[in-house]
């Protein structure tokens, strides 16, 4: 999971698909031809040293003089190899990244900017693409005069020979043929290991990405005793910035826990590292007296539910989005879901209720019904353990009462773990977690916090004189 946050959309997309199809097109033929070619001049080559070995040596000359010239095209190939897979990537990130920001663009007005950057990326993607052409055409052409001038020195040769007495005409007319047979083989090869050393790149970012090393995931089916949390001497760093550093933490079972601080301080870090969509580097964290570690997956996601501030949906009907993390659920479960979530009206309201197919993460409904739609599915899953991630953050005030009731019927009975910018979203918490440059502050109760001097204290005061804002 933290692989496919922090790696840009543009590169793993560019890689498993412009820069695998091209591999897919052209990988086959080329090493077929090229191990064709070069098979074919082998043989030929020593046949001619079999019926001459001066027509031998001549083919045997020419060919070393291709080698050499080859090797200069592959490295002229492989200069501009790099740049062009490079720009092949960058052209997708821009766009994608123009696409998926269409909205702020035009809010902002900054449609003639962001242009730009996609026309600086296609203006990059072509000048590689010329580079590439220019350079190997070039290279290439001198590489098919040198076949043509072996195939011309191998039957002159012969001819000269046969002239002069010293071949008969027999092996004259075979070594004619074979001047035209080594000519077509290295040709042939020629032209397709320049191709090679693309692939070779191509081949090299997809290893880079299957390369990745892999979470272990296969530990044991486990049913915890309870849904205590532990976190102990927790650290954390993606590259060379630590992002959580020594914490340690304790979750009571049905609880409710609310972890506040500034922002990118590592707040959804730690329930990254709780429902371990990463691994912890130092430390270890444990669900029911067991570490995360020793669950499958699988066992370990059953006991989580997530509701994200922002929602994807899938395109596809909304019954199907509620039930997508149990396909085998009822209609009547279906819409006893949407019902506690708050959302079976507005459902009702739609062409088709819920068989209304949405579009791509969920664009044709408001951020209220999505998120609606969101915890629908999680009482669907009906997980012991849930967590919020700023889940009613970015909700409109005619919305914020039905999200309210739907998360109040989600969390009965349940271990909650709410990352909060709301005062009444975190003060009935049994604990407030302060967390502030990846460590833990300040740990305690609403009450118990507001009368000491610290982040948590400013945080509440901040949020009472913005609420207390009004326009005369």
């Not at 720009?87 to 962001?114: F, K, S, T």
């Not at 922002?263 to 709780?274: A, D, P, V």
């Not at 919305?399 to 709301?422: C, D, G, P, S, W």
Request: one cysteine or more; hydrophobic letters at 45%.
């Amino acid at each position: 999971m933290g692989y496919f946050n922090d790696t840009s959309l543009g590169h793993i997309t560019s890689v498993t698909t412009n820069t695998m199809e091209q591999v897919g097109d052209i990988a086959t033929r080329a090493i077929m031809m090229v191990l064709q070619g070069s098979i074919t001049t082998v043989v030929v080559a020593l046949f001619m040293f079999a019926f001459d070995f001066r027509i031998g040596l001549i083919s045997l000359a020419g060919i070393t003089v291709f080698l050499l010239v080859n090797q200069w095209t592959n490295r002229s190939v492989a200069r501009v190899a790099n740049e062009k897979l490079s720009a092949d990537r960058d052209v997708v990130g821009v766009i994608l990244e123009y696409i998926q920001g269409i909205a702020e663009i035009r809010n902002y007005n900054v449609i003639g900017q962001n242009q730009s950057r996609v026309q600086k990326a296609i203006d990059r993607k072509k000048n590689a693409d010329i580079a590439a052409e220019l350079t190997a055409i070039p290279a290439v052409g001198v590489q098919n005069l040198i076949v043509k001038l072996i195939g011309v020195a191998i039957a002159g040769a012969s001819l000269w020979f046969y002239l002069n007495g010293t071949m008969e005409l027999v092996y004259t007319i075979t070594m004619l043929l074979c001047s035209f047979m080594i000519f077509e083989s290295l040709d042939l090869a020629g032209i397709y290991t320049a191709l090679l050393k693309i692939i070779g790149k191509g081949v090299d970012l997809a290893n880079e990405i299957l390369g990745i090393e892999q979470m272990d995931i296969d530990g044991e089916t486990i049913v915890p005793a309870n849904r205590d949390i532990h976190m102990e001497h927790v650290s954390f760093a993606y590259e060379n910035r630590k992002i959580i550093d020594d914490v340690t933490l304790d979750i009571k079972e049905n609880t409710t826990t609310a972890i506040v601080g500034p922002s990118g301080g590592g707040k959804t870090t730690i329930t990254s590292l709780i429902a371990r969509f990463w691994d912890v580097q130092e430390g270890k964290v444990t669900l029911g007296g067991r570490n995360v570690k020793d669950y499958s997956f699988d066992s370990l996601m059953e006991n989580f539910s997530f509701v994200f501030q922002r929602v994807y949906l899938f395109e596809d009907t909304i019954a199907n989005n509620i039930r997508f993390g149990r396909p085998e659920a009822s209609m009547e479960e279906v819409t006893e879901a949407a019902k506690r979530a708050a959302c079976h009206d507005f459902i009702m309201a739609l062409p088709n209720g819920y068989e209304t197919v949405i579009g791509e993460g969920g664009a044709t409904l408001s951020g209220g019904e999505k998120q609606r739609i969101a915890i629908a599915r999680a009482i669907m899953k009906d997980a012991p353990i849930i967590i919020l991630d700023e889940a009613t953050a970015n909700v409109d005030p005619e919305n914020e009462k039905e999200l309210t009731e739907a998360i109040e019927n989600l969390t009965k009975q349940k271990t909650i773990i709410m990352i909060a910018h709301r005062l009444k979203t975190v003060r009935n918490a049994e604990q407030i977690i302060v967390v502030d440059k990846g460590r833990i502050v300040q740990t305690g109760k609403h009450e118990e916090l507001i009368a000491q001097d610290g982040i948590y204290r400013n945080f509440i005061t901040g949020r009472k004189q913005a609420v207390s804002w009004k326009l005369s």
